[in-house]
């Protein structure tokens, strides 16, 4: 059996991230990948995929339904256990930071498996980061807004050029030792108020 | 809100400082975790307590066991399973303190109540006030028939293998005269998902912490049948869990800990607080749920079906009376025995050895020596001997341990385990299977 024969099973109700985990699993060579994200039937679902390697989002509360896998197994050939040996501290805390976790069939050689969760933990810190950069970005373009509506005001009530609108914006924010969009904030609930 | 989410890891330093980052799942017995630290119980004795929600009982555990979490909410029987390494590597882990006894239910699909009241036994005045031995037998006869008409036997839910939740339920069916492996389906579901699952049809009953089974009642899917102090009055629930190793590394911390715990459960447990606890549990960051949905539970006003007034539940849910914080021994022995009889563990006495260790009086004893909390003079108990609320001897003098039966009338001696493991009855096998 080659590296890439091994039945892996992304179980994660995150689509975008469990395609991005399933095209880095495919990328390196796996072609039996499975994508669940539709929790409903998980135990059955699973049962019939059969799966070798399971990947799931720590935070999954369907983690504890894996959990009564451990407990049914033995009777319906599925031994499971948590992937990553406990002496294996770097790896438990890297899966850890980065969210994911992993249960392997019983006997599946281990420095198999392990290049699957180290894919699935750098998968899932792109997916952290590009989160983290979206909210950043999104954030943004509210408080650009909000500026912009600032300015608007500044510039029809002081007859002022849109650049010393912003000016002023900024000196104030700076004399005041506040962030430019609570000044801004300040401006447009003073207007409202003002009607 | 004080609740924190951190990622921060394993920080011995801080622990040493009093500051520990402990685990919860948004149900209402997390409540004197809450109320510690809500009401001041932890500063007082020099904690400062980061609490994280969690999102199964998988997650707290690998939390735990990590170093990520240096306590948590952990289902009774979990500290068990942990030590004994059932399925996984061993991970030593105790059980210092109780957080509470009762406050389960069994909730079945309200068509499948229907049909069992429909029964003969179900016209019986038991039935109506939902003895659980009555409502077993009119399951039992329900299951028979869509047995015999060639129907699939139902899908229930619990919330975890190593749970009261899971032994309660195979408890009560196999008294009943019905196989929890044959007679229904048992599966595990995560308690903020049963109401879902009973909609959709994909399951017909859950047993599950509240507020779980009030919102399925108030939502008309299902009917309250059974409570968890209906089948074992006063019995153990949740526990606070931690490694032992993070306990002899941080004694000191973990008796202030045990002692801060003790006296929010006492706050919890006043009913003259009770409104200001639903307050504090209905916090967004905490069950996120209506404050009315929280009363039940926590004034054992039980609604058992969609409207119809509520009923007084004797001892629903006991946060602090009864010693309800002290860790019996006899606890974890009972649930060791039910894992021995659903085959989750073999019968050792290396392991029921190592069971007595879990639970850990000496802990609890030794935190509270300085204070008026009184102690029972006992560490284990025969479980199911009191019918009455009865003064047993304490370090005052006596205290009062509350009714404990059985529905069935069945005792726990632990110190004859090994005749209760065999004891247990047989499973009546009479199907055409």
């Known amino acids: ?195 | 809100m004080a609740t924190e989410n951190t990622e921060t890891g394993p920080d011995p330093m801080r622990a040493a400082d009093g500051v520990l980052t402990l685990g919860f799942i948004p149900l209402v017995d997390c409540a004197p975790l809450v109320v510690a630290v809500e009401k001041g119980f932890a500063a007082r004795e020099g904690l400062r307590l980061r609490l994280r929600r969690e999102t199964s009982w998988a997650n707290i555990r690998d939390l735990v066991a990590l170093g990520h979490l240096d306590a948590a909410q952990m289902l009774a029987p979990m500290p068990i399973a942990a030590t004994l390494g059932i399925g996984r590597p061993a991970d030593p882990t105790v059980a210092p303190l109780s957080l509470g006894l009762g406050g389960n239910a069994i909730t079945l699909a309200t068509d499948l109540f229907a049909a069992m009241a429909a029964t003969a036994q179900g016209q019986s005045p038991e039935f109506a006030r939902f003895d659980p031995a009555a409502v077993g037998r009119a399951l039992a006869t329900v299951l028979a028939e869509r047995r015999s008409t060639g129907q699939e036997p139902p899908w229930l839910a619990v919330v975890h293998p190593f749970s009261g939740h899971n032994y309660e339920m195979r408890y009560w069916l196999a008294a009943c005269g019905i196989d929890p492996d044959r007679d229904v389906r048992l599966t595990v579901l995560p308690p903020s998902r049963m109401v879902e699952a009973m909609r959709e049809r994909r399951i017909e009953g859950f047993c599950a912490g509240e507020p779980w089974n009030s919102i399925a009642v108030a939502a008309g899917l299902g009917v309250m049948a059974i409570t968890k102090s209906a089948l074992w009055r006063q019995g153990p629930e949740k526990v606070l869990g931690l490694r032992t190793a993070f306990v002899e590394r941080h004694p000191e911390p973990v008796m202030a800990l045990i002692r801060a715990l003790v006296a929010a459960a006492a706050w919890a447990g006043d009913p003259t607080n009770q409104d200001d606890l639903a307050d504090l549990l209905a916090n967004p960051a905490i069950l996120d749920v209506p404050q009315a949905v929280l009363h039940r539970a926590l004034t054992g006003q039980m609604q058992r079906r969609v409207g119809q007034a509520p009923e007084a539940v004797a001892d629903f849910l006991v946060f602090s009376r009864h010693a309800a914080t002290f860790p019996w021994v006899s606890h974890a022995q009972w649930f060791y025995a039910q894992m021995v009889r659903w085959g989750q563990v073999t019968h050792s006495s290396a392991h029921a050895e190592a069971v007595r260790g879990v639970y850990r009086p000496d802990l609890y004893r030794a935190a509270l020596r300085e204070t008026s909390t009184d102690l029972p003079r006992a560490s284990a108990k025969v479980e199911g001997a009191l019918r009455h609320t009865t003064p047993v001897a304490s370090r005052f003098g006596t205290m009062l341990l509350g009714p404990d039966g059985f529905f069935d009338g069945q005792m726990f001696d632990p110190d004859q385990l090994e005749h209760y493991i065999g004891a247990f009855p047989a499973v009546p096998r009479n199907s055409a299977e």
């Open chain 1, 1 to 195: 059996m080659t590296e890439g024969d091994i039945r892996i099973l992304v179980i994660d109700d995150d689509a975008m991230r469990a395609a991005m985990i399933e095209d880095g699993l495919r990328d390196a060579g796996h072609a039996r990948v499975t994508v669940l994200t539709d929790m409903r039937q998980l135990l059955r679902r699973i049962t019939e995929i059969d799966p070798e390697v399971i990947v799931i989002d720590l935070g999954n509360p369907n983690r504890d339904v894996l959990d009564q896998m451990f407990q049914v197994s033995r009777s319906v050939r599925r031994p499971v256990a948590m992937f990553v040996d406990q002496s294996d501290r770097a790896s438990m805390e890297a899966a850890v930071d980065a969210g994911v976790s992993a249960y392997v069939v019983n006997g599946l050689r281990r420095e198999r498996v392990k290049s699957v969760l180290d894919l699935a933990i750098s998968r899932f810190n792109a997916m952290n980061r590009l989160r983290e950069e979206l909210d950043r970005t999104k954030q943004a373009l509210e408080e650009r807004k909000v500026i912009d509506k600032a300015k608007g005001i500044l510039m029809a009530n002081r007859s002022l050029s849109e650049a010393d609108a912003y000016a002023l914006l900024r000196s104030t924010a700076m004399k005041e030792s506040r962030r430019m969009i609570e000044v801004a904030q300040g401006l447009i609930t003073a207007m409202k108020l003002l009607g």
